[in-house]
């Protein structure tokens, strides 16, 4: 099926996308010279997601940012979502047995990954990442599991692998190779190869025959070297087995 897109939606989207990940306040001339669009038209879908309670306007700086309309959305998404129901005590005994940043990811396409739940430990973890995060769907442990669970075509999965960034970037046929040992261990392991000094683990949450959630757990490299990676991700496995079979009755 071509999904045929509609302009007027998809630049709303940018926008929506643009003002959740700047650190404040933007004017029109600013939005529309990041996404390349025309000022005038964005002024008027600015003015229709104001008016839809998604966007606020503040007279005084000429600025738009985010409203609370957005926040009462993904509330309802929330909700309604059993993975993020099901998943949430999982994280948090995840966090509090081990010391580490337990999180939910959906896969939203080939494009990206979205968080949807976290659990944080007691002490302090410098990586910033929150509900609503979205990171391009093939890069560390969890792109390896979408590679090898996922599904989707070889030859997009490739091209899209050219673009990834990483601090200690693979070459190919090491991403090849890592993506064989994630489909016989059923878990991924990225010790510093995407950010220098972290290690992730994932593995795959799979209610159908193809991975459409993970499970995440991440750290200091040195942590969860003590910790072991294979602990780690047994452990992984057999919770994303557990709540695999609880969405399939869900």
Sequence with gaps: MVIRQVPAVARAAAILRLLSRDQGPLGVHAIARSLSLVPSTCLHILRALVAEELVSFDPATKRYMLSSGIVALARGMLRRDPFNNLVQPVLDRLSSRHGVTAIGIEVASLEHMVVVAISRPGQAFGLQVDVGSRYPALVSASGRCIAAFGGFEWKEIEKRFQAIRWDNPPTLA?????????????????????????????????????????????????????????TLGEQLVLEAASLSRRLEIA
């Excluded at 959630?213 to 070297?225: A, I, K, P, R, W």
């Design 174 to 230: 090491q991403w090849l190779c890592d993506i064989e040992e994630t489909r016989s261990a059923g878990f991924a392991v990225d010790e510093g190869r995407y950010m220098a000094g972290v290690t992730v683990i994932t593995a795959p949450v799979a209610p159908g025959t193809r991975m459409s959630y993970g499970l995440v757990v991440l750290g200091v490299s040195e942590q969860l070297h003590r910790i072991g990676h294979m």
